[in-house]
């Protein structure tokens, strides 16, 4: 079983900043199938990257997501107040469940 | 508009059964491997089961918490996703999600479209 850990817990920072999120995996696993989510009050997660790397379709420049093996990051350039949420990493290697998240990092806009 | 709807969530007790339902509309569902994924009240997202689509035999996998207990099954001719639960526990509340699977290679095959979830509440 593949276990995602993210840091920080939560993240405090104002409009203008930059976030940067990590999640470490207690294996690598193949294809960089690792995906990132972001998460409001009340609703569905959606989806921000997906491959390590590629933001899936309409999500802004400004997600950013990196790495490989067992260490990814993500990071929020230039900072909205529309950016907090809890964001939560995810391993989906087809095969490979249970396809776990993250415990999540809540990012607070002050 | 690609859209997953649920239902059939509500107040059960321990012990007991739901069935809840995932509609899918906007695109061929028929195609697409097909998720659940439960959220505690103020927790995370857990990943409870999949069930692929009929070129790869309907096969199906479950989180080893519910496995046993749930099954998750699909009717491609309504398009329609079903999470058959049983035996359920108090640790089993949570809101459910559907969620579709993209297609495409391993690295594609990410969770592109979610429902809006339907509550269950499991206490006596």
């Known amino acids: 079983e593949i276990v995602l850990t993210q840091s920080p817990g939560t993240l405090s920072l104002s409009p203008g900043e930059r976030a940067t999120l990590s999640c470490r995996a207690s294996q690598s696993f193949s294809d960089n199938c690792l995906a990132w989510y972001q998460q409001k009050p009340g609703q569905a997660p959606r989806l921000l990257i997906y491959?390590?790397?590629t933001r899936a379709t309409g999500i802004p420049d400004r997600f950013s997501g990196s790495g490989s093996g067992t260490d990814f990051t993500l990071t929020l350039s230039r900072l909205e107040p529309e950016d907090s949420a809890v964001y939560y990493c995810h391993q989906y290697d087809n095969g490979r469940s249970p396809y776990n998240f993250g415990q999540g990092t809540k990012l607070e806009i002050k | 508009e690609m859209q997953l709807v649920e239902s059939g969530g509500g107040l059960v007790q321990p012990g007991g059964s739901l069935r809840l339902s995932c509609v899918a509309s906007?695109?061929?569902?028929?195609?697409?491997?097909m998720d659940w994924v439960r959220q505690a009240p103020g927790k995370g997202l857990e990943w409870v089961g999949r069930i692929r689509n009929k070129a790869n035999s309907y096969s199906t996998e479950y989180a080893t918490s519910v496995k046993g207990r749930f099954t998750v099954s699909r009717d491609d001719s309504k398009n329609s996703l079903y999470l058959q639960m049983n035996s359920l526990k108090t640790d089993d509340t949570a809101v459910y999600y559907c969620?579709?699977?993209?297609?495409?290679?391993?690295?594609?095959?990410?969770?592109?479209?979610w429902g809006q979830g339907t509550m269950v509440t499991v206490s006596s």
């Open positions: 491959g390590a790397s």
């Open positions: 969620a579709r699977i993209r297609l495409g290679d391993k690295r594609l095959k990410v969770f592109d479209i």
């Open positions: 906007g695109f061929t569902f028929s195609d697409h491997y």
